[in-house]
Structure formats: structure tokens, C-alpha cells
């Protein structure tokens, strides 16, 4: 029996129990189909060995007359949540077949992690399956819906993706199905939402001599084009940004020789073209040196994916397309590099913002609130029902929360409510900042300008500061600040995710597109 555990190169086998034989060599090793399927842990209350196989696993057991049962009972202890198994051999049409833990069944929302577990059970334990099938170069694997296929998509998709454009040799692309489950609308809607988040990961992991302004704008502007019916794009070049008088976003471009780019995105998926619109702004920093307020050589790469919260944000616009969400968005991302010059703001410099606000420069590397500052004053001629910003705003951030949830600064319950809900289905958590007058205070108190672009305490509360300053740019009734610092890169914290820039919020925007569409 122990034969089909083999991790043997000889690709043959015999099936026992039906009594057919079969040759695997007849397959070509390119198009290897391989199988995911689910085991639930046992109940404390329940003998050592026994076995809560998925319905589809179950399925398959029963077609191999118990096999896979007792293979599993026979290969090792039961497997725990996220870890997985790979058999060989056991069935004809699928030569390599992982067996993923998932944890408990039925666990559901956890108030204290503030995530549904059985999702992120799924998410994880299929994401661990596939990437087991990808490294065995399998080309096409079939997926257990483990009970929320749209939970098994986003694991496949989200675990498969890996970012390998710019290398000779490349992992093995793997194509997904899903198996033995009739919920298609629940697995496609999980690509489409791990897609949209894959997408944002693309954006932020590629090098900043390729994702320039123009580039990543040009990247969106393709990625819409199937969209056309429903989609307006505007890239608006210097001289419009110049006729806004976006005087602080310029104040960052000016020290760059790659010229700005202000994208605006419309999307008009409500069937009433009058409903206002949801506005999402993205901070589209496409490298952050710091410019004179120069950052530190070391990790100053990672900057590339300062354009995180323009990437998150016009990835969900594309997702919403896709899902042709009934609700209208309006999208916007100051795009632009933070680079040192002889051109290039000074530290002590005042520039003047688009609603007429003065600001003493006093560190050019805080320039995310500079360009978001004059996005969130253009935004209001939209007259939106919500504006949303994301942003990978301060190193702060990461400090208080690392990269469990980004902070959510807001000064609306309901839009807070909102955006909670969605990020506890999605698992891409969100915690909620303070927005105290103690901390405007500390941007207002300035010597030459109206605000200043740091708080006066330098370190202390530095989101808590930058929010404040953003804050000064807003009339709004529902606004909310996403500073997504924390949540930028993955080294191993979320299990579905390989190393490298996250594409989160992705999304629980989305998620929460889709509330605000549904509730009307
Ligand atoms: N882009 C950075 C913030 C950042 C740091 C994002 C680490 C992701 C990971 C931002 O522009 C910045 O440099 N902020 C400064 C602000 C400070 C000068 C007040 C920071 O956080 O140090
Ligand atoms: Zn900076
Ligand atoms: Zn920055």
C-alpha cells in the first residue's frame, strides 16, 4: 500500500481495488493534472484516526473504495490545519493528489481575531496544496471548494501567484478548476477578487525603472480596456496638474526627470449614472528616495512599492469592473517619484496646496500627504458619497501594528462599519487610529506655513500625525484614511501569500465596494 506515498520518479502505477491498470508515462510530464482536497480535524472528543474528509474528498475516497482514507490513516499522524500531504499514483486521471488540513469545521468568525478562521483555513491549506503541485511541475490542478469555493480560489490563486517576469526561469504555471462542487459563481468570483489583489502585487513588486507614472498608468489604462462601456480614463499630464494648482503635488514631481502623471478613473457600474460615486485616492509613489530629506541606502528598494495604496486602489476598480459591480466609483492616483535634485524641494521650503493651504515643507520624505493632499481637495467636485484613501504613508505605522491590519483613520462610524465588516470576510484585516484635535495641533503649529509637513514631535504619533494633516484636506462627512505602511510586504505572516509585496488591501476593497453596491 505504502507504494502510492513513494515520491519516486518512476511514473507508474497500478490501481488495486478497481483491478484496472494504468501508465502515467503515457501522460506527457508538462500536462500532469494534480488534485486538492480537504481533511477536517477531528473532534477533541474523538478517537486518534478518525477521518472528516470534504464532501468532495469524500467523493473521491469513495470512487477509490476507501483509499485514500486509509492511505492517510497509514502515512502519518492526522494532518494539522495548513499542512499537507501529496499521494502518487492512487488515481488515473490525477497523478499527484494533495491532501490539505483544515483546521476545524464550522469555526467561523472570530471576534477576537476578527476574521471568519474557516476561510483563512481554506485560504491557506489549498494556497499550501497548490504550491506543493507547482513545485512537482504539475500544470493543472483541480481544487476542492473545501466547502467555500469562493475561500478556495482566492488560496489557489493567491498561493500560485509568484513574480518571476524578469527571470530567465520561471515557476510552472498552474491552471485552476474547481472539483467536485456545483458553486462556479462562488470559485469565479474568488479568482476575480485574488486576480484584482495579484494585480496590485504585480504593480508594487516590479522595479521602479519599469513601473514609472507613465508606465503604470498606461498598465491600468489596458488592464480597463475590456471595460470600455463602463470605464473613462483620464491621464492628466503637468500641464493640467499645473492649471489644477496642485502646487504640493508638484512640489514632490519637481525633483524627478520622469514626469508626473494624475490618473483618474470612472467607473459606472450603477444602473443610476447619477448616484454619487464611492472615491478612492491611492498614493502612487513610484519610488520614494526620500528626495533631499534623503531615506537610507538600506531596504530603500523596497520604495518601489510605494505606489502601493494607487495600485490596491485602481486594482479593485478593475475587479469591480470585472465583477460589474452596480455601484459608481471614482478612482484617482497622484502618480509621481520622490527624487533628490537641484531641482527638488528643499527642507523648510512652503508650497502651496490646491485649496490654498500653505505648507512648510520640513521633510521631503513625508511627500505621500503632499500629493494626497491636493487628490483629496480635487476629489470633492465629484460630490462622492465616501472617499477612501490608501496609502503606505509612515514607517510609523508599521511600528504600531506591523502587518496584521492597516489603520483605519475615519471620521465616520458607518463608513468605519463598512469597511470592518468587509475586511473580516475578506481576512485582510483593518483596526481603527485615532483622529484626536491632539494630534492636528502638532501639524498646525507651524513657523512659516499653515501646517507644517511633519508633526512637531518629530516621531511620536507619526501616522496618527499624518492623518491629522490629510485630515485638513477633507470636508467630507465619510472619510477614511488606509495608511497600509504595515501590510505592504509579506514576509511569511500570511500563510497565503509567498514573500514579496502584498497587493493588501485589495480585497477588502473590493469587499467593501460590493456592501456599498448591494446596500444601494
Ligand atoms: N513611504 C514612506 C513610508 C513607508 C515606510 C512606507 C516604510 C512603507 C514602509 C513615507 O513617505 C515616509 O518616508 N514617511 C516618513 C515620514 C516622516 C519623515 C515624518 C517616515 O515614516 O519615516
Ligand atoms: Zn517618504
Ligand atoms: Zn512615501
Known amino acids: 500500500m505504502t507504494m502510492f506515498l513513494v515520491r519516486t520518479a518512476a511514473r507508474t502505477a497500478v490501481r488495486t481495488n478497481s483491478c484496472r491498470s494504468f501508465c502515467v508515462s503515457h501522460t506527457q510530464l508538462s500536462d500532469r493534472k494534480g488534485l486538492v482536497l480537504g481533511v477536517f480535524e477531528k473532534k477533541e472528543e474523538e478517537d486518534e484516526g478518525t477521518l472528516h474528509l470534504t464532501e468532495a474528498a469524500a467523493g473521491f475516497d469513495k470512487s477509490l473504495s476507501g483509499k485514500l482514507s486509509e492511505l ?6 492526522a494532518l494539522k490545519n495548513g499542512k499537507s ?23 467561523g468568525v472570530c471576534r477576537t481575531e476578527n476574521w471568519d478562521t474557516s476561510k483563512e ?16 511541475e504539475v500544470s493543472h490542478v483541480e481544487v476542492d471548494s473545501c466547502g467555500d469555493a469562493q475561500s478556495a480560489a482566492e488560496g489557489a490563486v493567491l498561493g500560485l501567484f509568484h513574480y518571476d517576469q524578469l ?31 495579484n494585480l496590485a502585487r504585480l504593480l508594487m513588486e516590479a522595479p521602479a525603472n519599469h513601473i514609472t507614472p507613465t508606465a503604470f498608468a498606461k498598465t491600468i489604462e489596458e488592464k480597463l480596456a475590456p471595460h470600455a462601456d463602463r470605464v473613462t480614463i483620464h491621464k492628466r499630464p503637468q500641464a493640467w496638474i499645473e492649471e489644477q494648482q496642485m502646487g504640493a503635488f508638484l512640489s514632490v514631481s519637481k525633483g524627478s526627470e520622469e514626469p508626473p502623471v494624475f490618473l483618474e478613473l470612472h467607473y459606472n457600474g450603477s444602473p443610476d449614472s447619477k448616484q454619487p460615486p464611492l472615491l478612492l485616492v491611492g498614493k502612487g509613489i513610484t519610488f ?3 528626495g533631499i530629506s534623503l531615506k537610507p541606502s538600506a531596504s530603500m528598494d523596497a520604495m518601489r512599492a510605494d505606489m502601493g495604496g494607487a495600485a490596491t486602489v485602481c486594482a479593485s476598480i478593475v475587479t469591480a469592473a470585472s465583477l460589474k459591480l452596480p455601484v459608481n466609483i471614482v478612482g484617482l492616483a497622484p502618480l509621481c517619484e520622490n527624487m533628490p535634485s537641484g531641482k527638488a524641494t528643499k527642507p523648510g521650503d512652503v508650497v502651496k496646496a490646491k485649496n490654498g493651504k500653505t505648507i512648510q515643507v520640513d521633510n521631503t520624505d513625508a511627500e505621500g500627504r503632499l500629493i494626497l493632499a491636493d487628490a483629496l481637495c480635487y476629489g470633492h467636485v465629484f460630490n462622492p458619497r465616501a472617499i477612501v484613501n490608501v496609502a503606505t504613508l509612515t514607517g510609523a505605522m508599521d511600528v504600531a501594528l506591523g502587518s496584521a491590519a492597516a489603520g483605519v483613520f475615519t471620521n465616520s462610524d458607518w463608513l468605519w462599519e463598512q469597511l470592518h465588516r468587509a475586511s473580516v470576510v475578506t481576512g485582510d484585516r483593518v483596526w481603527r487610529m485615532p483622529l484626536f484635535q491632539h494630534y492636528t495641533k502638532q501639524v498646525t503649529d507651524s513657523q512659516l506655513a499653515d501646517l507644517n509637513n511633519i508633526g512637531k514631535y518629530s516621531r511620536s504619533g507619526g501616522a496618527c500625525t499624518a492623518a491629522a494633516f490629510l485630515r485638513e484636506f477633507v470636508k467630507a462627512p465619510h472619510w477614511a484614511h488606509l495608511d497600509i505602511a504595515g501590510v505592504m510586504s509579506n514576509k511569511d505572516e500570511v500563510p497565503y501569500l509567498r514573500k514579496g509585496m502584498s497587493g493588501r488591501p485589495t480585497r477588502t476593497l473590493v469587499e467593501f465596494a460590493a456592501g456599498l453596491a448591494h446596500n444601494g
Request: proline share 3%.
Open 85 to 107: 500531504r501529496v499521494f502518487y499514483g492512487l488515481h488515473k486521471d490525477f497523478p499527484c493528489v494533495a491532501v490539505v488540513g483544515l483546521g476545524k469545521n464550522n469555526a
Open 288 to 290: 520614494d528616495s526620500g
Open 72 to 77: 492517510l490513516k497509514l502515512s502519518g499522524p
Open 121 to 136: 483555513n481554506i485560504r491557506q491549506a489549498v494556497s499550501a496544496g497548490c504550491r506543493l503541485l507547482q513545485d512537482l
Open 167 to 197: 527571470k530567465s526561469k520561471k515557476k510552472t504555471k498552474v491552471t485552476t478548476q474547481l472539483h467536485g462542487s456545483a458553486d462556479v459563481v462562488g470559485w469565479e468570483k474568488g479568482i476575480v477578487y485574488a486576480e484584482g489583489q
